[in-house]
């Protein structure tokens, strides 16, 4: 009855519509600054949602791109001395070889700042003023005397009007989620220079948000894929009344401008996620089809990973430009929470606010793919990164459980039986394995990977379990035929285990797949057992970890101790040495700012004497 289940749960899969276009993103990254621990919790959920796809025979592709217009750019870019390309172009290698080092696979790692985001940007404003959903108003807004410059929102802080946060921007509050103007904020003040802003009149574009009000809802309503808990929050939003967009910014601004205008520009979030669509473009460069065929088309499917920070963006204004726009609007928008460390919000000062590069000193980045799979859920919980939670999981079920059955199993074959397998000789076993095998599929399309991972670790105890109780070191002396069979039954335990963990460690997966001397197994292959075949080296694939210990970082402006020693021949004349100077320092790695402040020092310094004696 078992294996009939199986059967069934497998022909169910395989007859799935496999030839649909699937388009998976992940929120786009600003370029201002590195990846660090939290947002890889979201890149590594959506690679391994993709992985699972793929694995499963599903047409799919993974596009992202490095969000890079803004005002920040802009003066980050100026007070390193280079320019705004240049900054971006610094922090789209740095992201991605960080990516690349937590295996997050996409197809298309892009950047807005392309000509194919700036096509789709005029095509989708040009079409929403065509459908009569644009406007021009001339507003209020904070301006800067003494920067001389109108201040958009990342650049006015102040006290939230709705919950009263202090230091909250002047779009959105980081506590409550409310979106306001510039001109709402309570005490607003310049973040560039400190200055409070004045008032002043500005002509810019609005988008008609408004008049969605009802399509929105019954979309919401109607998508039952959306998490409940978001879908009643934006719904509240909906209902709540949602007010007109401004969608220009003033210059200085770096960006897209807007056709017909001297000194107005596209606002960021217009132009951040039409990224997606600019970089499914830059997939399709090769191919033969266009982004057209996933974003203005009913048959693709759509999905995006996003964190609970930007759900208004990405339920409300994005799906709603699309719709205004004559284009395909996602069709599901996955949200997770936030990352925090041993309980508390990562800290710079207590050295929990660790970058990916970081944290790969202390870890094997696929070690925290496995963790963070481990406590995914199809919700907006939080994820507390615990350091000796971490160590307990992968020590005491990822290499005490999964990585002994590999080994002990493939070793005693191999040292047995010169890896020789035969035929499996419990086919209820399997067929049990092969049915909780399709809970584990079932878990990962309903993106509850924390599932997902338990079920594989109770297929690797029955494994283990099976092997045990079988006692092929008796066996092995008294019934050899036996023995190898029951073997034969392990090793399919394993090279499910293999399938099934793929998409969360695929390198982890492939030394199994090495072993089992089968390449490039996919889902299709969980109810085909492996028979009369001969293994691979046996080989151990994971050792236990030691404890994890985060340094925190020294106290900011204490000098760092340098160890150095005197000579002998110039401590014999009494020469007591306080302070040295390092010349010709060899910096480990090159930094643009670094370099910058190194001019800027040796400038200030050149006519600067001590004692009489030139620097």
């Excluded at 309503?221 to 910014?249: A, F, Y």
């Excluded at 020789?420 to 209820?428: G, H, K």
């Excluded at 299709?524 to 340094?551: C, Q, T, Y």
Aim: with cysteine.
């Amino acid at each position: 009855m078992l294996l009939l289940l199986s059967k069934i749960s497998e022909a169910t899969i395989m007859a799935q519509d496999m030839s649909k276009k699937t388009l998976v993103t992940s929120a786009l990254i600003y370029a201002n600054g590195p990846v660090h621990i939290g947002h890889m919790v979201e890149y590594i959920q959506t690679d391994i949602y993709v992985r699972f796809l793929k694995l499963a025979g599903k047409d799919v592709v993974y596009c992202g791109a490095d969000d890079t217009h803004g005002t920040p750019i802009e003066i980050n870019a100026s007070k390193q001395g280079i320019t705004p390309e240049e900054f971006i172009d610094h922090w789209w290698k740095e992201h991605k070889r960080d990516y690349d080092d937590y295996l997050v696979d996409f197809d298309s790692y892009y950047s807005t700042n392309s000509p194919e985001n700036r096509h789709y940007t005029e095509l989708i404003f040009k079409r929403l003023q065509e459908n009569g959903y644009i406007y021009k108003k001339e507003i209020e807004l904070t301006y800067c005397e003494n920067c001389q410059r109108y201040l958009p929102d990342r650049y006015v802080k102040g006290t939230c009007p709705n919950c009263g946060a202090p230091d909250q921007y002047g779009d959105v509050c980081e506590k409550c989620n409310a979106t306001h103007d510039t001109t709402d904020l309570i005490n607003p003040y310049c973040s560039i220079c400190g200055t409070p802003p004045i008032r002043k009149d500005s002509l810019h574009y609005f988008f008609k948000l408004g008049e969605f009000t009802d399509w929105l809802r019954d979309w919401l309503n109607n998508n039952h894929r959306l998490q409940p808990e978001i879908r009643n929050q934006i719904l509240t939003w909906v209902n709540d009344g949602l007010n007109d967009w401004c969608i220009s910014r003033d210059g200085p601004y770096f960006g897209f401008k807007i056709p017909g205008e001297e000194d107005k520009y596209f606002y960021v979030w217009l132009d951040a996620p039409i990224g997606y669509i600019a970089s499914t473009a830059n997939y399709a460069k090769d191919k033969p089809f266009t982004a057209d065929d996933y974003w203005q088309r009913a048959e693709a499917e759509i999905i995006h990973f996003i964190g609970k920070d930007i759900i208004y963006f990405h339920l409300l204004f994005w799906p709603a430009i699309l719709h205004g726009a004559g284009f395909h609007v996602p069709d599901n928008v996955v949200v997770h929470g936030f990352l925090t460390v041993n309980g508390e919000k990562m800290s710079k000062s207590r050295g929990t606010f660790l970058t990916a590069e970081e944290f790969k000193e202390y870890l094997d980045p696929e070690l925290l793919r496995f963790y963070y799979a481990a406590n995914l859920s199809h919700t907006m919980t939080d994820i507390d990164l615990d350091l000796k939670n971490l160590e307990g999981r992968i020590n005491n079920e990822l290499v005490a459980n999964v990585a002994n059955l590999v080994y002990r199993v493939m070793s005693f074959t191999g040292k047995n039986y010169e890896g020789q397998i035969s035929e499996i000789n419990d086919e209820a076993l399997i067929a049990e394995v092969n049915e909780k095998s399709m809970v584990v599929y079932k878990a990962f399309e309903d993106y509850e990977f924390r599932d997902a991972v338990n079920k594989i670790l109770e297929i690797s105890s029955m494994g283990n379990k099976y092997f045990q109780e079988n006692k092929p070191w008796e066996g092995v002396k008294t019934d050899r035929d036996q023995t190898q069979k029951v073997l034969t039954t392990c090793v399919n335990i394993v090279k499910n285990i293999a399938i099934m963990i793929k998409p969360i460690m695929p390198l982890f997966a492939g030394k199994i797949e090495a072993q089992l001397n089968k390449e490039d197994l996919t889902w299709a292959d969980i109810d085909s057992n492996i028979e009369n075949h001969k293994l691979g080296k046996a080989e151990i694939v994971l050792r236990k970890i030691d404890p994890i210990e985060i340094k925190e970082p020294e106290p900011e402006g204490a000098p760092r101790e340098i160890n150095f020693e005197i000579h002998k021949k110039i401590a014999k004349l009494g020469v007591d040495v306080k302070l040295a100077i390092i010349e010709g320092a060899n910096i480990k790695k090159s930094n643009s700012e670094l370099d910058r402040l190194k001019k800027q020092v040796a400038e200030d310094l050149k006519d600067v004497e001590i004692e009489g004696n030139p620097i």
